[in-house]
Each structure stands twice: as C-alpha cells, then as structure tokens.
C-alpha cells in the first residue's frame, strides 16, 4: 500500500514530544535523510556496544559504520516500522559475525563509506562516547556482558531505558533489573581495584 508523505506526522512534532522511530523510518524511507540521521542519533551507540561485544574496540567502529549503511540500504525493506530497533540489532549482531569471521582468515580493511551519505548523515561520523575513566573502564570490564551493555548505554551513551529495551528485545522491566544490578556489580569492582592499588601502594611505600 502506498504511503502519502503529505498524511505524516510532522518529523519535529510539538514541543517536548519525541518523533517516534515509525514515523522516522517511513519519512527515511521517503528520501528524508534528517530522518535516518535522527535514528542514527538514537541508535548509533547502541550499534558500537553490540559489535563491541563481538569484535572489540578496536574494530567497533568500523562495524558500526558498516551496519549503519547497510540498514539504511535495506530499509525499503523493513515490514514493520515500530520494530525498528530490534531490526537494527540484528543487523548490528550480522555484520560483526560476519566481520569476525572474515578477521579469521585475513585482516579486513577498513569499510569505504558513502561520501554522499556522510555528507548528509552527520551523526555517522560522531565518535561514541570514550570511556576515558580508566577506573570505570577496567571496572566495567569485569561485569557479566549483559549487565555492562546497558549500564554503558544508559549511564555513557545516555540513551533512555525504552529505547534500550527496544534494542536489545528485552522487556523494559529487564532492562530496569540489569542497570540497577549493573551499578552494584560496578561499585563492587572498583572497591577491589581501588584496594589493590592501596596494596600496591603500601608495598612501594615499605
């Protein structure tokens, strides 16, 4: 069925109210490029963490910046618009299993990108959030995957509990449950690294 661009909710929407991920994904879909950038925004941190989780940090980046391109290729082809985040998941997941199995034959070069799309996609270009607390950073380390993943997406990347939730195919009630466990987990581990240093210390000092 088609769909009449002049029937859409307007992108910006009132004051306050956040456009919803359908309604950005149909006007993308219709060649509005601040739509897909404004979903790129919302999710392009959650994209890093997944593939982080897979490749590394090293090569996040790249696979996020694959991932990206590729669901804005794809997206003529998404069949329901209100499952946006959960479609851009597997697609992040995809492309970094695929990235992991390519490394394991040879180096893979860094990804080309579309120097149209860069243009208009300015968030495709925006570095994520840099853990530069070392303490934080060792910390989360230490934490269960599936508890630092929203820790990180909430606290570093400051993306709301829903979206999350939408992201990772998890009840927001879940989500609520890992973050409140996540921060537990975290003081509990810089506590210990905190006393080792303080060991470490006592014996320079001896």
């Known amino acids: 069925m088609a769909i009449e661009q002049e029937n859409l909710p307007a992108i910006s929407g009132e004051a306050g109210l956040e456009t919803p991920d359908e309604v950005l994904v ?29 490749v590394g940090r090293d090569d996040a980046e790249d696979v996020a910046q694959d991932a990206l391109l590729l669901a804005f290729k794809a997206l003529p082809s998404i069949e329901d618009p209100q499952k946006f985040a959960a479609w851009l998941s597997v697609i992040a997941r995809h492309r970094a299993l695929r990235f992991t199995s390519r490394e394991s034959v040879r180096r893979r070069g860094r990804v080309e990108l579309d120097e149209l799309l860069l243009e208009n996609l300015g968030s495709l270009a925006r570095p994520f959030f840099d853990e530069e607390d070392e303490e934080l ?29 939408a992201f990772l195919g998890l009840p927001l009630s879940t989500v609520k449950w890992r973050v409140h466990r996540a921060k537990k987990l975290a003081r509990r581990e810089i506590e210990l690294l905190r006393g080792e240093k303080w060991k470490e210390r006592k014996r320079f000092l001896n």
């Open 137 to 165: 950073a060792r910390a989360l380390e230490n934490v269960p995957a599936d508890y630092a993943i929203v820790l990180k997406l909430h606290f570093l990347d400051e993306m709301p509990l829903k979206r999350i939730a």
């Open 26 to 54: 149909v006007a993308a879909i219709l060649g509005d490029f601040a739509a897909f950038d404004e979903l790129v925004s919302r999710y392009r941190p959650a994209v890093v963490r997944a593939a982080q989780a897979i």
